[in-house]
Nanobody, 124 residues
Framework: QVQLVESGGGLVQAGDSLRLSCAAS????????MGWFRQAPGKEREFVAA????????YSTDSVKGRFTISRDNAKNTVYLQMNSLKPEDTAVYYC?????????????????WGQGTQVIVSS
C-alpha cells in the first residue's frame, strides 16, 4: 500500500533552517507529482509547494517564495522541502502528498495520498 513518511520537523528559532523529507513507498514514485501542505493551529490546511514528476517544474505559495525549495530524488523515492529563513508564522504541521498525475496542482483535491505530518515550530 502507499506510504508517505515525513521527517525532519522540530523546534527552531526564527531565521533558522530545516529540511523536511518525505519517503514514499507502494507506488511508482517517479510518475507522480508531489506536494507539501501545512496546517497551522486553528487554520485550514494550505498549499506550500509542489513539484512535477521529473523535478523540472516547481510551484510555491507566495509566502514562502525565496525561502522554501522543493526538490525530489526519484532514485530514493523521496521529496524534500528545504526551509530557510523560517518565521514564527511558518509554525504548522507539514504534510507531503502524492499527486493524482505527474502534473502538480495547488489544491488538495489534486492529491490522492497523504502522510501523517511532521510538526515544525518556529520560536521568535
Amino acid at each position: 500500500q502507499v506510504q508517505l513518511v515525513e521527517s525532519g520537523g522540530g523546534l527552531v528559532q526564527a531565521g533558522d533552517s530545516l529540511r523536511l523529507s518525505c519517503a514514499a513507498s507502494g507506488f511508482t514514485f517517479s510518475r507522480y507529482a508531489m506536494g507539501w501542505f501545512r496546517q497551522a493551529p486553528g487554520k485550514e490546511r494550505e498549499f506550500v509547494a509542489a513539484i512535477n514528476w521529473a523535478g523540472g517544474s516547481t510551484y510555491s505559495t507566495d509566502s514562502v517564495k525565496g525561502r522554501f525549495t522543493i526538490s525530489r530524488d526519484n532514485a530514493k523515492n523521496t521529496v524534500y522541502l528545504q526551509m530557510n529563513s523560517l518565521k514564527p508564522e511558518d509554525t504548522a504541521v507539514y504534510y507531503c502528498a502524492t499527486g493524482r498525475t505527474g502534473i502538480p496542482t495547488m489544491t488538495e483535491g489534486g492529491y490522492a495520498y497523504w502522510g501523517q505530518g511532521t510538526q515544525v515550530i518556529v520560536s521568535s
